[in-house]
């Protein structure tokens, strides 16, 4: 007959791979008054079903329930005397066959700890491997326990040395207990909860009262281990990216930010040879974009399952490539199937843009000389939806910028280069003016452009535009050239100074992931009326027909 006082228990699962301060965090929730302990309590199971070898295999195997099903069944979820049961699972331990309910009751947790600290450390008992570390295991409880609706709580352990009240605090609340003061001390020693295995695992632990805070400056990795830490980082960094707080030497206090469209929360980029979701989308802190803002990039926009001005974009895109003497560089034809390839695996055939990026490459050792360019040019196709970025129906507000538009003795804006330093000053200024963008001046004062378009302005029925001599001659403002002509206006390229843009009948910016935007105020000036203009607005609808009969067709599978 059952003991009367037993009664069904509320049972804690701790998931973790080897080395992560698991047994420290079982020491601190021993404390508790409320809370039996059990130590690995499938570590039987995992030595008989894997015929893993440890110097305590045969003691385990004697000594511990080895059959899963008694294990899940009458010791992790076997009745007890206390509220809560705490269980510390090593990842890997959790072998085929085990009962569903060890996932699908009780509460569950994932304690992580960076590989470069683990490998430092792990192969004092056993060599360490990918499979022995059990990133990839962890990685799937954590995916299966979402699929059931119980997304985990993850918590790091370097937080629980750098802060471990408030991370204690943070689990319990997300574990829905109440947290005691008691969990952040504990004797030093052997405990009768530690696992047969504690005199190869538990030395330094036992000299322990508490969580320490963590070394200054860490030991030196053990380089043979190189290719096992590239293996595991990414294991490692996806479940981090579910962590409550991190602790960094470099930690920003800013709030995750919410993302202009949100669904871009989910998308894939193409980085090099290869399509990769958004937080893997990195290139190598060797690569000259890095290094030196050293690439070249356009923006094109997606209208109807087609590029609109694809072709050009992409001979501007080589132009400035040749003029930057980049070697190694992508075929027209791979680009485009990179393009391709990105569109079809995001399904964005409509209201999308792609900024497009050629670096000149990954480098053998760093610096600026693009002799250490030896690994090809690095493509990057980041597709996004994104509406247009600039209100074309009430207009724009624009003030003009101290900052000077480069001229060609210096950079020449014709290289659509992404040292855009210049523009961002610029952009800068008309953040701070509240305005949207900021009109940029050529070193005689005459307008150029803004820091992120081209401008045009009209007066008297006559629409003018500054020369391309320190501006950017942009593939939407050669469309609208284009169609300033077909639309019977009268067209004239000059210089234009700030004067005649702030007595203007109607002004207008032109980009690729704005259009043809009307402005309606310059540095407090009124354009025209103030409303957006007859011309504008005719150029506008002609803009609007041509990208919807015009394009490149993305090519799909039939």
């Not at 420290?24 to 929730?29: E, I, K, R, T, V």
């Not at 001390?185 to 036992?206: F, M, Q, T």
């Not at 980041?382 to 507000?397: A, Q, R």
């Not at 280069?417 to 940029?440: F, P, R, S, Y």
Request: hydrophobic share 35%; glycine share 6%; with cysteine.
């Amino acid at each position: 007959m059952a003991d009367p006082k037993q009664e069904a228990i509320e049972v804690i699962h701790s998931w973790s791979a080897p080395r992560s301060l698991s047994t420290s965090l079982m020491y601190s929730f021993s404390q508790r008054d409320d809370i039996e302990v059990l130590d690995e309590p499938l570590y039987g199971t995992f030595l008989h079903v894997t015929g893993v070898e440890r110097p305590y295999r045969e003691d385990v195997l004697s000594k511990m329930e080895c059959d899963g099903n008694k294990v899940v069944n009458n010791i992790i979820y076997g009745p007890g005397k206390n509220r809560y049961r705490y269980c510390k699972h090593i990842a890997k331990q959790r072998v085929p066959g085990l009962p569903n309910d060890l996932l699908q009751k009780g509460k569950h947790f994932i304690l992580i700890q960076n590989p470069l600290n683990i490998l430092s450390s792990f192969e004092k008992v056993v060599p360490p491997s990918f499979l022995e570390l059990g990133l990839g295991d962890l990685v799937s409880i954590y995916s299966e326990l979402c699929a059931l609706g119980k997304p985990p709580p993850v918590i790091d352990a370097a937080d629980l040395q750098q802060n471990p009240e408030d991370t204690l605090r943070g689990l319990c609340k997300d574990l829905d207990i109440p947290f005691q003061d008691a969990m952040l001390r504990w004797e030093a020693g052997p405990k009768p909860i530690d696992g047969l295995w504690a005199p190869w695992w538990y030395k330094s632990v036992h000299n322990s009262t508490h969580f320490a805070s963590p070394r200054k400056y860490p030991r030196p990795f053990p380089f043979s281990f190189y290719d096992l830490l590239e293996q595991s980082l990414p294991f490692y960094n996806l479940l981090k990216r579910n962590v409550r707080q991190t602790s960094s030497l470099l930690r920003s206090p800013l709030p995750v930010p919410d993302l202009p469209v949100p669904v871009n929360a989910k998308l894939l980029a193409w980085v090099g040879d290869e399509i990769v979701p958004r937080e893997s989308a990195r290139v190598s802190v060797f690569d000259s974009v890095v290094q030196g803002g050293d690439a070249v990039w356009e923006g094109l926009r997606i209208y109807n399952r087609k590029i609109f001005k694809l072709e050009e974009h992409l001979d501007r895109m080589f132009d400035s490539a040749k003029a930057l003497a980049f070697i190694n560089v992508p075929t027209r034809d791979e680009i485009k199937e990179a393009i391709f390839r990105t569109l079809n695996a995001n399904g964005m055939f409509n209201n999308t843009h792609i900024r497009l990026t050629l670096t000149r490459g990954k480098k053998v050792t760093s610096g600026m000389n693009p002799a250490f360019n030896q690994y090809g040019c690095t493509l990057i196709v980041l597709p996004e939806w994104k509406p247009l970025v600039y209100d074309n129906e009430s207009g724009i507000k624009l003030v003009t910028a101290t900052t000077r538009r480069n001229s060609p003795n210096n950079l020449d804006s014709k290289i659509h280069h992404n040292n855009l330093l210049n523009n961002i000053l610029a952009k800068v200024e008309g953040n701070n003016a509240n305005a949207d963008d900021a009109i940029m001046l050529d070193k005689d004062g005459y307008v150029s452009e803004t820091n992120a378009t081209n401008i045009f302005l009209v007066k008297k029925g006559c629409v003018l535009t500054p020369h391309a001599d320190y501006c950017l001659p942009g593939i939407t403002r050669a469309t609208i050239m284009e169609l300033v002509v077909k639309e019977k206006f009268e067209l004239v390229e000059r210089r234009i100074s700030l004067s005649e843009f702030h007595a203007a009948d109607e002004v207008w910016t032109t980009g690729t992931m704005g259009e043809l935007s009307p402005v309606v105020k310059i540095d407090g000036r009124i354009t025209g009326n103030g409303k957006v203009g007859p011309v504008t607005r005719r150029l506008q609808n002609a803009y609007k027909r041509l990208t919807e009969e015009s394009g490149v067709p993305i090519p799909t599978n039939p």
